[in-house]
């Protein structure tokens, strides 16, 4: 039995998780939503002040609901990198301080190492290798992957990530922030297929496109020009826009888009199971269109539990399990990064420390 007390803090949600084995014994969210709306976005510098006030309550909540002292644990990990460096500093002293007290070895954890087990929260997986389609706020990859620390990106965007177009796109339409979730409550009950916008894609050097790339920047752009002319049109100042029909839209193009590529990949490179990770994924068009192109492949779908596809600890307690029962551990001075391709995520476990 391994018992982990994991950390997340990259962003804009605090959180603390206990895990063991593969289940979770407790866990607890800090969101800063509320505090960050009021600027359309995440502003480091309070995401950093509020994980160092919020962290330490949600550690003794984690553990005074499973009844177990940090003492107790095998392990503390925390998410390293990539992320918000003064914001991943917060899980990362706190946990390499809690390791060297209680002389516990300790795991920094990759960001989307951490999303990709997220799904483990869920069903367990089929042995690999798999394709994962990573779609958060900082991320749209496609990953295959075959075992804990051995990936292979084949597809990602260009620009934006989903979950920053959902953003953007949120922002456009005046309806605040995180964007995704708004844009989804907007489209409950509009006309997805009202305005035909576009599917970005990648121009290959040698002509033609790339076949598993993504590009959003068109879109958002797309969306602004459809709102500026509609704008223009409407007869007075004040008359609403079809603000329901506009991000059901935008909603249904990227849903298409991202479901299209990812079967793709999926078929040519022989890969029979497909999973769907990160924030976005909580998205309810994407989650239904991706069943029916899985249905219609062949594929085997494996989605995130809702509760855990934006960011949360547990996941990461999860990843922090695999690495462990592979014999690993982190320096105790081993330092955040804002950046880090996840394929050279087994620098983590390296001593020197890689950062
Ligand atoms: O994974 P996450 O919590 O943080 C990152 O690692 O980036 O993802 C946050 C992103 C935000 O851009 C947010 O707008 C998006 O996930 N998101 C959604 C939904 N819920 C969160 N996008 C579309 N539909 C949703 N229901
Ligand atoms: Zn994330």
């Known amino acids: 039995m391994t018992t982990v007390l994991a950390l997340e803090t990259s962003c804009d949600e605090s959180a603390a998780a206990l895990v063991r084995d593969g289940a979770v014994l407790a866990a607890a969210v800090a969101s800063q939503v509320e505090e960050h709306a009021r600027w359309g976005g995440v502003v480091p510098e309070i995401a950093s002040?509020?994980?160092?006030?919020?962290l330490p309550q949600l550690i003794e909540r984690v553990?005074?609901?499973s009844d177990l002292p940090v003492a107790a644990v095998d392990a503390v990990a925390a998410t390293v990198a990539p992320g918000l460096v003064g914001a991943l500093l917060?899980?990362?002293?706190t946990g390499r301080t809690l390791a060297r007290l209680h002389?516990?070895?300790?795991?920094?954890?990759?960001h989307l190492e951490g999303h990709l087990a997220s799904v483990q929260l869920g069903e367990p997986l089929p042995p690999g290798p798999y394709l994962v389609l990573l779609v958060s706020g900082g991320h749209t990859e496609l990953v295959r992957v075959d075992g804990a620390g051995r990936y292979l990106r084949l597809g990602r965007s260009h620009d934006d990530a989903a979950g920053?177009?959902?953003?953007?796109?949120?922002?456009?339409?005046g309806l605040g922030y995180p964007g995704g979730p708004a844009i989804q409550a907007a489209a409950l009950g509009g006309d997805g297929n009202r305005y035909p916008l576009p599917k970005g894609r990648i121009s290959l050097p040698e002509g033609g496109f790339h076949p598993y790339d993504f590009s959003f920047s068109g879109l958002k752009t797309a969306l602004l020009r459809q709102v500026r002319a509609l704008e223009q049109q409407r007869p007075t100042a004040n008359a609403p826009l079809p603000v329901a029909d506009l991000a059901a839209s935008f909603e249904r193009v990227v849903a298409e888009v991202l479901v299209e590529r990812s079967c793709r990949c999926a078929r040519d490179h022989g890969l029979t199971t497909l999973v769907l990770v990160g924030g976005v994924a909580a998205n309810r068009r994407l989650r239904e269109q991706m069943a029916i192109g899985c249905h219609r492949d062949g594929?085997?779908?494996?989605?995130a539990p809702l509760a855990y596809c934006t960011d949360n600890a547990a996941m990461i307690g999860i990843a922090a399990c695999h690495r462990l029962s592979a014999g690993l551990n982190s320096p105790l001075d081993l330092g955040v990064a804002a950046r880090l391709p996840l394929d050279q995520s087994d620098c983590l476990y390296q001593t020197p420390a890689a950062f």
């Not at 002040?49 to 919020?54: D, I, L, N």
């Not at 917060?90 to 002293?93: E, I, K, L, T, Y």
């Open 63 to 65: 553990c005074s609901e």
């Open 49 to 54: 002040r509020r994980h160092v006030e919020a």
């Open 299 to 303: 594929l085997e779908l494996r989605i």
């Open 90 to 93: 917060v899980a990362s002293v």
């Open 164 to 173: 920053e177009a959902f953003d953007k796109a949120a922002r456009l339409l």
């Open 103 to 110: 002389a516990k070895p300790f795991l920094g954890i990759h």
